[in-house]
């Protein structure tokens, strides 16, 4: 896997655009592009600036108090949620997960996205190229894609795997494993947003899926799917997701790839093998 990219500072006239001050510090995590200035979070925009902007109005109308806390999106003077090419958020307290932290990022995504329900499907969506966009299409079937020659068989087995399935789509989190920070005594923060239209229980899946790949197991197992019987096919797709997008940002000289492999075999066949083979409905 490539290193973490150096942090990009935002210029002054973006800081004065947003009316916040103080010296920059990057923010550990994500795709390291992330800034703390004062009270606010700015990260660019990275060619997405119509998404930022049907986002964040979106996302400042969110409801509180509702099992979750989000970052309140900034907006210039001018009323621009993107300024010279770069987003800016209310900076939000907590510490992230998900280690020790499952069940509270399954809950978190689940009152996220009831609040988010109602929201209509975006028409940025399948204007998308980047590998997350490409890979989510792949999963559901919408899209072929090649991969790197590692990850060739884990993706064959979990094609042949995967059957159709009935689930209302919304607008979700598609990436929250990582994206939920905790506080004493507060609800739990969703942060860095990342958009799909899809069933929720399939962005619970990829929560889970991660568990399954990077984390420990155990209690992501059992915290996710609901007994929801559609909850395979979910986890199915999720990893499919996880293993396209991977290969799609890998190179040729993928130092990683057998290790990276291996996670991902181990992955499917605990899915094949079902609850009685290591994963359980609460």
């Given at each position: 896997?490539?290193?973490?990219p150096s942090a990009i500072l935002p210029p002054r006239s973006v800081l004065d655009a947003f009316g916040v001050s103080g010296t920059p510090e990057p923010l550990a995590g994500g795709q390291g592009r992330s800034v703390r200035v004062g009270g606010a979070v700015l990260k660019p925009a990275?060619?997405?600036?119509?998404?930022?902007?049907?986002?964040?109005?979106?996302?400042?109308?969110?409801?509180?108090?509702?099992?979750?806390?989000a970052p309140r999106p900034l907006?210039?003077?001018a009323?621009?949620?993107v300024v010279e090419?770069?987003?800016?958020?209310?900076?939000?307290?907590?510490?992230?997960?998900?280690?020790?932290?499952?069940?509270g990022v399954v809950a978190a995504g689940r009152a996220l996205h009831a609040a988010l329900r109602t929201q209509p499907r975006p028409g940025f969506l399948d204007r998308r190229t980047h590998p997350w966009a490409v890979a989510d299409r792949v999963a559901w079937g919408e899209q072929e894609a090649d991969v790197v020659a590692e990850l060739a068989e884990p993706l064959s087995t979990l094609l042949a795997l995967r059957r159709p399935v009935e689930a209302a789509a919304q607008l979700i989190h598609g990436d929250l494993t990582g994206n939920v920070l905790f506080a004493p005594g507060r609800d739990p923060a969703v942060i860095d947003f990342s958009l799909y239209w899809r069933p929720s229980l399939y962005a619970e899946a990829v929560v889970i899926g991660d568990g399954l790949l990077w984390y420990t197991p155990a209690p992501a197992l059992q915290a996710g799917g609901g007994g929801d019987p559609?909850?395979?096919?979910?986890?199915?797709?999720?990893?499919?997701?996880?293993?396209?997008?991977?290969?799609?940002?890998?190179?040729?000289s993928w130092r990683a790839g057998e290790k990276e492999a291996a996670r991902f075999r181990v992955a499917t066949e605990a899915v094949e093998r079902g609850p009685e083979g290591g994963w359980a409905r609460p």
């Open positions: 896997m490539s290193e973490e990275e060619g997405a600036e119509e998404e930022w902007e049907w986002a964040a109005s979106v996302f400042e109308r969110l409801p509180r108090g509702a099992g979750f806390r907006r210039s003077a009323g621009c949620a090419g770069w987003t800016a958020a209310e900076f939000v307290e907590g510490r992230p997960g998900p280690r020790g932290q499952w069940p559609r909850w395979r096919q979910m986890l199915i797709r999720a990893l499919i997701f996880r293993l396209v997008a991977l290969s799609g940002l890998v190179g040729p």
